[in-house]
């Protein structure tokens, strides 16, 4: 035994094998931190640069709070959980502070970028100079679809000037150039009369050449170098400077606008940039009666929409689990099998198909009760119908799952009960109100709470059947009456009027009121565990 142990413990190039694999370890421990630390670097600098303070702060955050798990040994147990407490850190806790940090901002469109690149891109515009020099101009355009422009201007002397402008680089005069611009230059082809009409949309307000030294077109025939920058940033009096026009504009940090002393917001450069504004959006919601009552709408239908969707999927759900627990039925496992298939379908092709049956014109459904009833139901076009076309749907998606998880709770609750109950002379209906369904919610009452949680969020169903149609008419942002909450602030933040900091306020309050549930249910769970304790 010792002498195994001698020859395993005996040294190679100096250092014993266990050591050896320990210094290994230690070498690829520090090497992967200081890999990964570099690349953490990378990113904070990149995003420092881009002037995105909150998510270049979270990455610095996530890159040191690793390094402290690896290099703490009484962090040692985190170290399996590092990855999933970064992912957490960047994909829930940063989006909600940023929604929170968002929804006291006018960002939106117009006031998209932060102050200093708002600043940036005006000092990027140019114009024409009343001294700048004029050219004839021809269009080239490479295989990566970069272009680059053929000039040419007659000298007073005689002679003739040709310069080529690319878009990323300088312009340089060609020598011994000739009359005609030639069919490639430079890895460059020529573009026909055809091509030129069509790249003009594109390279009108281009700038070729670099910032300093470069080259716009005036017209359709003429362009003119070198060019003059239209607005020059004053920081002491915080203004920017038009120099073609002469006019200042000056910053109203609290609007997040550049405007005229003394003019209105409609004479204020664009785009305007973001700014604190606290309270504001919330304050709209409140004061703003044109807001506030659209609001008040799309939220009663969003509680109104849950509440139903739960009550009638539980209701139909329980309704067959009942039928099918029935002995006398028929090829029971066969229909259960039938009936679970709109669960196990994806649920965006079921509402694709019943949107077509449901369709106007051609839709089955609709042309069915035509012809039975003579009335054609106007689906997606009337507020009522349309209510109750997402009521029907998400009935067909849902109650499937209801039957499932009511067919097990039935099947737990011990048949005992039923038998003395029986003989103490209640009725089947007694039975069912009395025993049957408390004893079921203490399996499933937690189910309901949480189904009820998913439809006030179910932006699936409302998007894709009716896409928040009908319209409310008189609204100052785009709603519908089919709109819930989620889709409301959805068609906010990214549609054709963004504004960001109004649809996080919304979101805010949707964070509160789901909040609110989940504490409901933590404290009726508690209650529904202590009946079926008793039980």
């Known amino acids: 035994m010792a002498a195994a142990n001698k020859q395993a413990r005996s040294p190679v190039g100096g250092l014993a094998f266990s050591d050896t694999r ?96 708002t600043i940036r891109l005006f000092e990027r515009q140019t114009f024409v100079p009343e001294d700048a020099r004029l050219y004839t101009w021809d269009v080239y355009q490479n295989e990566g679809g970069d272009y680059g422009l053929w000039l040419a201007r007659d000298l007073e002397d005689g002679s003739r000037e040709v310069l080529f402008a690319p878009t990323d680089g300088d312009i340089f005069e060609v020598e011994d150039a000739p009359e005609e611009p ?80 003394g003019q209105s917001q409609t004479q204020a450069l664009q785009p305007g940039f973001r700014v604190n504004v606290g309270l504001e959006n919330f304050q709209r919601l409140v004061e703003d009666a044109r807001l506030l009552q659209p609001l008040i709408g799309v939220f009663v239908w969003t509680v109104a929409f849950a509440a139903l969707s739960v009550l ?129 919610l203490v399996t499933v009452g937690p189910l309901l709470i949480a189904s009820f949680v998913f439809n006030f969020n179910n932006y699936l169903l409302i998007e894709v059947l009716t896409e928040g149609n009908p319209p409310m008419a008189g609204t100052p942002t785009p709603v519908g009456h089919t709109d819930i909450l989620i889709t409301y602030t959805y068609s906010l933040a990214f549609g054709d009027r963004a504004d960001y900091g109004y649809a996080s306020a919304i979101t805010i309050i949707i964070f509160a009121i789901v909040l609110v549930i989940t504490l409901l249910q933590f404290r009726f769970t508690r209650q529904w565990e202590e009946v079926g304790e008793n039980v």
């Open 22 to 117: 320990t210094l290994i370890s230690i070498v690829l421990k520090y090497a992967g931190l200081a890999l990964f630390s570099a690349m953490g670097l990378i990113f904070v600098y990149a995003l420092l640069r881009d002037d995105n303070l909150g998510l270049a702060v979270i990455f610095g955050v996530i890159t040191i709070g690793i390094n402290v798990i690896f290099l703490v040994p009484g962090l040692y147990p985190l170290r399996w959980m590092a990855p999933g407490l970064a992912l957490v850190t960047l994909l829930v806790i940063y989006p909600i502070f940023y929604t929170v940090v968002t929804a006291t901002t006018n960002y939106g469109d117009g006031h998209r970028l932060t102050k200093q690149q």
């Open 182 to 261: 030639p069919e490639s230059f430079e890895g460059f082809t020529l573009l026909d009369r055809a091509g030129r009409a069509q790249a003009l949309v594109s390279i009108q307000n281009m700038t070729f050449g670099n910032p300093e030294d470069g080259a716009a077109i005036v017209n359709r025939t003429q362009a003119a170098r070198p060019l003059g920058q239209r607005f020059v940033y004053d920081s002491e009096q915080d203004a920017i400077i038009n120099q073609e026009t002469g006019v200042t504009f000056f910053a109203d940090n609290n609007e997040g606008v550049f405007v005229p002393r």
């Open 312 to 440: 009638t999927t539980f209701t139909m759900g329980l309704f067959m689990a009942i039928i099918l627990d029935d002995p006398r039925i028929p090829l029971r496992k066969i229909w259960r099998s039938l009936i679970f298939v709109p669960y196990a379908i994806p649920g965006v092709i079921g509402i694709l198909v019943w949107r077509a049956m449901l369709n106007q014109n051609l839709g089955l459904i609709t042309n069915f009760v035509d012809d039975v009833a003579g009335v054609r139901i106007n689906w997606f076009t009337e507020a009522d119908w349309a209510r109750f076309a997402i009521l029907l749907v998400n009935l067909w998606l849902g109650y499937p799952y209801m039957m499932l998880i009511n067919s097990g709770a039935l099947q737990a609750i011990p048949s005992e009960i039923y038998e003395a109950a029986a003989v103490d002379g209640a009725r089947p209906w007694q039975r069912f109100a009395n025993i049957t369904l408390p004893l079921l």
